[in-house]
């Protein structure tokens, strides 16, 4: 069974920056590919970012293609948030599935973390 633990969020004013981490406890997770997703109240859990078992693909959200950076080493994955904007507000979750290939859908993920809230003011 693997369970995953979010850190790093808070709160931070647009324009800041936040980096979040998601330790792996119970295994490794080098052949899992992982992903960041986040959720605000009352919409459905939104697909931000994922990156592949090796790291060697990654892929992004249109809204946050060239603010966020997604990577991994075989403990942890990361998800550094730059210029972050109000509308980046939102519970964030990372997920992980075991499997070579890489999916953008929440429902393809097996394993979740509880999520660590971003708050961005204006």
């Known amino acids: 069974q693997v369970q995953l633990v979010e850190s790093g969020g808070g709160l931070v004013q647009a324009g800041g920056s936040l980096r979040l981490s998601c330790a792996a406890s119970g295994r490794s997770f080098s052949n899992y590919v992982m992903g960041w997703f986040r959720q605000v109240p009352g919409k459905e859990r939104e697909f931000v970012a994922r990156?592949?078992?090796?790291?060697?693909s990654t892929y992004y959200t249109d809204s946050v293609k060239g603010r966020f950076t997604i990577s991994r080493d075989n403990a942890k994955m990361f998800l550094q948030m730059n210029n972050l904007k109000p509308e980046d507000t939102a519970v964030y979750y990372c997920?992980?599935?075991?499997?070579?290939?890489?999916?953008?859908?929440?429902?393809?993920?097996?394993?979740w973390g509880q999520g660590t809230q971003v708050t961005v003011s204006s």
């Open positions: 990156i592949t078992w090796n790291g060697g």
């Open positions: 997920a992980a599935r075991r499997s070579i290939y890489y999916y953008e859908n929440p429902e393809e993920y097996d394993y």
